[in-house]
């Protein structure tokens, strides 16, 4: 088994070699370039997201100022616009992941600051369709990425 430590610098070579490539070149310019879109209407770190149906949807998220936040927006590409829909069922940043599974969100753990300053455990699931949240069994154990 390679060690830690030989992957992450086979993994910086190839890095480095991308970008020279793309430095030397009009590679870049060939398979696109970055464009400024609508912003969201709020700026937050640590969020979680997932694309359904073509539509990103960004959940929860640290506010820096108060701490995690409930809040769920979607942005849609073909309108270049964003939606404030249903709140979570509590405030989440630095969750454990985010996946969309049979055409809705979820989010596993987290934290909640300020209401603890402990991890949590929950599932919380987003569907689209009816712009609500349920919660699901939780995870066995608190915990926060």
Do not use: C
């Amino acid at each position: 088994m390679k060690q830690p430590n030989k992957i992450a610098r086979a993994i910086l070579v190839v890095l480095v070699a991308l970008a020279l490539m793309m430095a030397n070149s009009n590679w870049a310019f060939a398979v696109g370039a970055w464009t400024t879109k609508t912003p969201m209407p709020a700026a937050r770190s640590v969020a979680a997201a997932g694309v359904i149906n073509g539509v990103l949807y960004v959940a929860g998220g640290h506010d820096g100022v108060v701490g995690g936040t409930p809040t769920l927006q979607a942005y849609n590409p073909a309108t270049d616009t964003w939606s404030t829909l249903s709140p979570m069922p509590g405030r989440r940043y630095q969750g454990d992941g985010a996946a969309v599974i049979s055409g809705e969100l979820y989010l596993a753990g987290g934290w909640n600051y300020p209401d603890s300053g402990i991890p949590q455990s929950q599932l919380f699931v987003y569907n689209p369709g009816t712009n609500s949240w349920s919660s699901k069994a939780a995870m066995p154990t608190l915990s926060g990425n």
